[in-house]
């Protein structure tokens, strides 16, 4: 009996152990986990947290600084301008988004960035204007609870290219050991994190056309995860001889043949896009961490979905399934009907059939209502950023919220039967603008959808 009642004591011992380190056993339910992964915090992770929008930094081939490149939008400024990086004397393209003005010692300071990319450079300096724009000074009390989510996908190619040259003509003894970190994609986000002392979560999202919008999706899941207070998101891409040149051989580019070579977005003329880089981040923090702090909110994330539809390797595909899912989705994330939208801002590019994609799937997304929502294709003045176009459109969307300026499609002169939505033609337009949505679609399969919005006027009482 007492052998009995030793062995019992003994397991319930072992049982209380075993439930203390339950959230490693697999056999453990899903709700177990969640409610132990978030015991520390004292959150329901069921409960979706508000998220706001609190600083803008953005380097953009038609302003460096949020005050300039809204100036540049409200105006329909171009970035775009001939090609001085290298000579295109042998393509038959020779323009694009790049900042040829760009000095980030003017920004950074001469130290510690000799051996920084072009990538590193600019991602750092649209962090540095973002957190100035926030108010948020990083210090040993706040930084394991900031991090930096960086979308990208060919800012480290040309890094690559001439780590590679180098060690391949002149020898593996020759490279420069301080430039190989350069030839990673994560180094962008890295350098950032280390120039700042930002301690917190450190990521990179690579998913091409997509990729800021899925930074800054990764981001608002790591608040409603409780995993930072405050976080940056947003995305860079550089213009180099190598991406252009992929691009070119690709026949993506405008003005092959002869053409005329602009960006022109849903415009009958368009024939393919023009190359642009930039950088730009948002922070964006728990919104009442926000108001606590009387932050400055441009607005709030209301909204948002992705997914990935593969059709074809490298062309668009003629389908628009998965354009149209990603913008329901993202509609039913933010619990809202399609009359809600005030705004899209599109992802156009000046390609002849993902202009034609974008407006078909708005069509069926928003039915007859789609004639009434201004839809503006920012691009038409950076040319196509890649990864980091999300984060200019988002911008846009912010401008509309805060100034009720719609940013116009520019170059838009003749009418395609198949693009006939109002597209904000060529001059900026004034509107009251509370709900925009972004979107973002891939030739490869990835599409996304943001949903921002500004606060109500009770909220914008209690900053």
């Known amino acids: 009996m007492l052998l009995r009642l030793g062995q019992e004591r003994r397991k319930e011992k072992r049982d209380i152990r075993f439930k203390d380190r339950r959230r490693f056993d697999r056999r453990m339910n899903v709700e177990e986990f969640k409610r132990l992964l978030f015991v520390s915090k004292k959150e329901d992770p069921s409960q979706k947290r508000r998220i706001a929008i609190t600083g803008i930094g953005v380097v953009a081939p038609n302003g460096i600084g949020k005050d300039n490149f809204w100036d540049a939008l409200s105006n329909g400024i171009s970035g775009i301008k001939p090609i ?28 510690g960035i000799r051996d920084l990319d072009r990538s590193s450079k600019l991602i750092s300096v649209a962090v540095k204007l973002a957190l100035e724009d926030s108010g948020i000074d990083i210090s040993n009390t706040n930084t394991y609870d900031t991090g930096i989510v960086v979308g990208t996908s060919l800012g480290s190619v040309r890094s690559i290219s001439e780590f590679d040259i180098t060690g391949l003509i002149e020898g593996p003894s020759y490279v420069n050991p301080a430039h190989f970190p350069n030839t990673v994609i994560n180094s962008p986000a890295s350098h950032a994190s280390i120039m700042f002392d930002i301690r917190g979560l450190n990521s990179t999202i690579s998913s091409g056309f997509c990729s800021s919008l899925d930074a800054i999706i990764y981001a608002c899941d790591s608040i409603n995860l409780n995993k930072v207070n405050t976080i940056m998101a947003g995305a860079v891409e550089e213009f180099c001889q190598q991406t252009f040149f992929g691009f070119y051989m690709a026949g993506c580019l405008a003005g092959a043949k002869g053409r005329l070579e602009q960006s022109m977005p849903f415009d009958r003329r368009r024939n393919g896009l023009v190359l642009g880089e930039g950088s730009g981040v948002l922070m964006l923090e728990e919104l009442e ?18 997914n990935f539809f593969p059709c074809r390797k490298s062309r668009y595909c003629h389908s628009v399934e998965g ?13 809202l009907k399609p009359g809600a939208i005030d705004l899209i801002c599109s992802g156009a590019n000046s390609s002849p059939y993902g202009d034609k994609i974008e407006t078909l799937a708005l069509k069926e997304v928003f039915g007859d209502h789609i004639y009434k929502i201004p839809v503006t294709a920012v691009k038409s003045m950076l040319g196509e950023g890649y990864s980091v176009s999300g984060s200019f459109q988002t911008m846009a969307g912010l401008l509309a919220i805060n ?59 209690r900053l």
Do not use: W
């Open 289 to 306: 961490h926000a108001i606590s702090r009387k932050a400055k909110i441009y607005g709030e994330v209301l909204g948002f979905a992705r």
């Open 84 to 111: 001085s990086m290298f000579d295109t004397g042998k393509y038959d393209s020779k323009s694009g988004g790049e900042i040829a003005d760009f000095d980030a010692g003017g920004h950074l300071g001469r130290k």
């Open 323 to 335: 354009v149209i899912e990603v913008m329901k989705k993202s509609l039913a994330n933010a619990e």
């Open 403 to 461: 100034k009720g300026i719609i940013s116009p499609t520019i170059n838009h002169l003749e009418n395609d039967p198949a693009c006939n939505l109002d597209y904000v033609p060529n001059k900026s337009r004034m509107a009251n603008i509370n709900i925009v949505m972004i979107n973002t679609f891939s030739p490869y399969g990835n599409n996304s959808s943001l949903i921002i919005g500004k606060l109500s006027k009770e909220e914008q009482k």
